[in-house]
């Protein structure tokens, strides 16, 4: 899954909407770090404040409730999060003295699962800790820290932490955008030697396809043409079918394409052990499941996939892609990578190198390995030194780079569709996506956003293509 920081989108809310003047008008400014699970999941916090009144702002000094939604994957995650609260401790101070109330302050992520009550020690202004396990409680939780408690809530619930959301959603109307994202699954049992995400999450858990169905079908009908359905490792999904059964991401693929409304699906991210037949099947049916796939290999030789426990070698992955592109031969790949896993020699090294040039990506996110306290690998004394890494990482990226610009530039000259979700920077320009995720920058006006037009593509932008629209609806 792509680990990049950004801060939670904008949220426009609905300002007819009657049922919000009942409350007491309050502001929420959530700072989302990481990956797309964490954006899902401020949105999904700020749906379940606005039943208590809160409606998101982007100022933090005008916030209540300030909440920094954390992400662990990387090193120093935690000291960051102390840093950045001493920054809002200023903040909150100020407030106070200009007389605009008091701010509570919140973490939430990764962070707050890993570190739990050790954030309420060390960090006095903090007034409530809550890990993803337990946002549905969030409200509740929020009186509590309203009434001078400081809540800690890291526990794995035992409840089903997914039939709540709906209810709080009923409250709220929210525009999405043309594109959203659809959280099916949530936690992973793979246990790659590396990776915290099975210790903060906890184990898979996959939403009923009928909860799934319903919620894409609310989507549709407020105008999001594009889904992508979200797990942090989606492609195990296992949930129960409408009619009992059991489906797993294959089926519940083909029964979303039935959707009135939706044009396009696409899913993130994927372990290479959890593609099977239908899944597959569904890749060669589905005009409407796009061609781009992010599947991580994370490294080539058979020895480093090995001590990381993915549980596949090399070969595997490469017959793997192999048999997808037979199923979708204009299919992109996408993949995650790490340098320097220790016990990494340059021969291995070379294996990641070589699998990059058989496979060739589209893009790719790729890291050097940090050691992440609590994970078998974190133990092993054969760590990397810096140096090599860094010069690793360079190599790997300058690889990856040059197939990303080979793959975008293989654009160049062919017509596409591209779904349309935004103003651009110049006047009447709109900005899409296609098929490939690429951005795509193209003159249209603007009531052409949420439509999905045709594109020839005429050149290459450092970030994005540029086209010509040459048909639409
Ligand atoms: N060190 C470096 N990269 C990591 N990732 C996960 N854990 C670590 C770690 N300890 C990367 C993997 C994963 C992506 C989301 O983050 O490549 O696929
Ligand atoms: Fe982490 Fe591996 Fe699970 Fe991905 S599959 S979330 S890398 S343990």
């Known amino acids: 899954m792509p680990y990049v920081p950004k801060n939670a989108p904008s949220n426009e809310r609905d300002p007819d909407k009657a049922d919000m003047t009942a409350f007491e008008d309050k502001k929420v400014f959530v700072k989302t770090y990481g990956c797309q699970m964490n954006v899902y999941d401020s949105n999904r916090m700020m749906d379940s404040l606005a039943t208590k009144g809160y409606s998101p702002t982007e100022a933090m000094e005008d916030a209540d409730l300030v909440i920094l939604n954390t992400c662990h994957i990387r090193e120093k995650a935690a000291e960051k999060v102390y840093s950045e609260l001493g920054r809002i401790r200023q903040v909150k101070e100020k407030r106070a003295k200009d007389g ?11 962070v707050a699962q890993a570190e739990g009550q050790e954030i309420i020690r060390r960090a006095p202004v903090v007034d409530l800790v809550v890990g993803p396990q337990a946002y549905h409680k969030l409200p509740d939780l929020l009186d509590k820290a309203n009434h001078g408690t400081r ?10 932490k ?66 992508t359905l979200l797990g942090q490792n989606v492609n195990a999904y296992h949930g129960e079918s409408p009619d009992g059964g059991d489906w797993g991401l294959g089926e519940l693929l083909f029964r ?61 992955y490469v017959r793997l892609i192999d048999r997808i592109r037979s199923a979708r031969p204009d299919i992109a790949l996408s993949g995650d990578f790490i340098v320097g896993f220790p016990g990494e020699t340059d021969e ?33 004394e054969d760590q990397i030194e810096e140096a090599i890494k860094s010069e690793r990482l360079y190599r790997l990226q300058d690889l990856l780079a040059q197939q990303q610009k080979d793959f975008n530039a293989s654009k160049v000259g062919t017509e596409m569709t591209v779904l349309l979700e935004r103003k651009g920077r110049e006047p009447g320009q709109l900005v899409g996506k296609s098929p490939w995720l690429q951005a795509v920058q193209v003159d249209a006006a603007e009531e052409l956003i949420g439509e999905i037009v045709t594109v020839k593509v005429d050149n290459l932008g450092s970030n994005s293509l540029f086209g010509t629209m040459i048909d639409r609806p």
Do not use: W
């Open 151 to 160: 809540v800690v809530e890291t526990d794995f619930p035992l409840e089903d």
């Open 256 to 316: 979303l394409a039935e959707i009135d409304g939706l044009d396009r699906l696409r899913y993130t991210t994927s372990h290479p052990r959890d593609m099977d037949d239908t899944l597959m099947a569904a890749h060669r049916d589905l005009d409407i499941l796009m061609p781009y796939l992010h599947l991580p290999v994370q490294a080539g030789s058979d020895k480093v996939l090995k001590a990381m426990n993915r549980q596949h070698t090399y070969d595997d």
């Open 100 to 110: 605009k109330g008091e701010m509570k302050i919140g973490i939430a992520g990764c």
């Open 162 to 227: 997914f039939a709540v959301l709906p209810d709080a959603r009923k409250e709220v109307t929210r525009k999405r955008g043309v594109s959203s994202f659809l959280t099916v699954q949530e936690g992973c049992d793979k246990f790659c030697s590396f990776c915290v995400v099975p210790y903060t999450r906890g184990a898979e858990v996959s939403r009923p396809a009928s909860q799934i169905i319903h919620e894409a079908e609310k989507l549709a009908a407020a105008g999001v043409r594009e889904v």
């Open 348 to 380: 291995d090294f070379e294996e990641t190198m070589r699998i990059v040039r058989e496979v060739t990506y589209a893009s790719a996110y790729s890291f050097k390995y940090s050691p992440r306290p609590g994970t078998p690998a974190a133990d092993s």
